[in-house]
């Protein structure tokens, strides 16, 4: 019998912010590069996903997307419907798209059963199916006293031992465990691969990002990711260049599509009086912008360090640390490695710190002048995952097709 084609799953749950999307797209894009015969779904919330450029064989379905609010409930991002309904909708969705695509593998991002639960009915459904159930994990996901409570309250450990059949890292133990300080069986830990980090190249085609009308390269990249919680990396930056005007490199400042639009008006204003200071919003090739530049400096999420290790950048790392210490826990421990510099924001943020930085940074030395087996080799690592999956699976019944009942013109 013919084999037949392949297909991933993945599931995101965030729908503020990039760097669940930008991980999951990138892991995408390496399985169908790998394999001609493999397709991809990547179920998402993000209301910026069709900013995106897509490979072929890669698509996504896009769930009504949710926020969370500062007092921990959520509401719908645009729907004027109860958040109750859109989290029916959205695990109607998921569960509908798993039905009928019917994957090989389901691979969910970050969060083990969803926002609020809503994968939990999907698993337990391709589960019976006989598809592999994995759990991707950044690096780092808290600190453990933060963690362990989260966890328990969501009731997360059963399902990593009943469920899933394995749980990819997407980074290496001598940098930091995820699961540190997690009571977790035997069974479960004994599922745990590490892959390394995941390894970024210039997107493929011409570059499209907007040209420069001040600067040129080589500049100084200023990036926060979505840019949500990236004011005051940017604002410190902004000050240093306003009061020290002989700074020698020039610096490109990408705010973010999630920074609020008053904050980003603001800087743009800023930055437009200063001759050696461009500002931009968003742009959905950062890699075209990193690989210009002569440092980096950022807040240091997941996605970010590892533009920083794959285009081999100087960078400083300005991390957060609310509502999760996880930025500044990579940090700490890629400068002990000597990956990166770090200043911490101590809230008062004088603008000579940050100047003197600044002048170091292209001084630094290089994350490639450091030697960490496997650092990098992630996208390979799960490559090789996924192709012994496919190769191991046994023959299964045909894929269910959708069947509408005809109707007659009225």
């Known amino acids: 019998m013919e084999k037949r084609d392949a297909r991933v799953l993945i599931y995101s749950h965030d729908t503020f912010g990039l760097g669940h999307l930008r991980r999951c797209r ?25 900013s995106f450029n897509f490979r072929a064989r890669v698509d996504f379905i896009r769930i009504p997307g949710v926020i969370k609010l500062r007092s921990g409930d959520y509401t719908p991002l645009s729907l004027l419907i109860d958040i109750e309904e859109t989290l029916e909708l959205r695990a109607s ?36 199916r006989g598809t592999r159930l994995v759990l991707g994990l950044r690096d780092i996901m808290d600190e453990p006293a933060a963690l362990v409570p989260e966890w328990e309250r969501k009731k997360v450990v059963p399902a990593l031992r009943d469920l899933y059949d394995q749980i990819w890292v997407y980074g290496l133990p001598q940098i930091c465990d995820p699961l540190e300080g997690i ?13 390394g980090y995941l ?39 902004l000050r240093a ?7 020698p490199h020039p610096a490109l400042l990408v705010l973010g599509p999630f920074m609020h639009s008053d904050r980003q008006a603001e800087f743009l204003q800023r930055a437009a009086k200063l001759d050696n200071v461009e500002a931009i919003t968003f742009d959905a090739q950062m890699e075209h912008l990193m690989a210009r530049a002569i440092g980096v400096v950022a807040m240091g ?60 940074l292209p001084q630094q030395a290089l994350p490639s002048q450091v030697v960490v087996p496997g650092l990098m080799d992630g996208l390979a690592n799960i490559n090789r995952l996924v192709d012994q999956t496919i190769d191991a699976a046994p023959v299964r019944t045909p894929r269910p097709r959708l069947r509408l009942a005809s109707r007659r013109a009225r």
């Not at 300005?318 to 210490?325: A, D, L, S, V």
Request: charged share 25%; glycine share 8%.
């Open 199 to 237: 390894h970024r190249t210039l997107p493929q085609g011409p570059a499209t990002s907007a040209p420069l009308t001040k600067i040129e390269a080589p500049y100084l990249l200023v990036t926060t990711g979505g840019g949500g919680d990236g004011e005051d990396v940017v604002d410190w930056v």
């Open 93 to 128: 969705i998921i569960r509908h798209t798993a039905e009928i695509f019917d994957p090989d593998i389901f691979i969910v991002d970050k969060e083990p059963l969803g926002l609020r639960g809503e994968v939990h009915d999907t698993l337990v459904m391709l589960k019976e």
């Open 301 to 360: 999420g997941y996605n970010t360090f590892c533009e920083i290790l794959s285009f081999d950048k100087r960078a400083l790392i300005i991390p957060r640390t609310r509502p999760r210490m996880e930025q500044y826990l990579r940090a700490t421990r890629a400068k002990e490695y000597g990956l990166v510099s770090m200043l911490e924001d101590d809230g008062t943020r004088d603008w000579k710190s940050m100047a003197t930085a600044l002048r170091q």
């Open 26 to 50: 990138t892991i995408a894009h390496s399985l169908v590069d790998l394999e001609k015969d493999l397709s991809v779904i990547i179920l998402t919330g993000s209301p910026i996903i069709g």
């Open 241 to 247: 260049y306003e009061n020290d005007l002989n700074q």
């Open 183 to 195: 009571e977790l069986p035997k069974s479960v830990r004994r599922k745990m691969i590490y892959t």
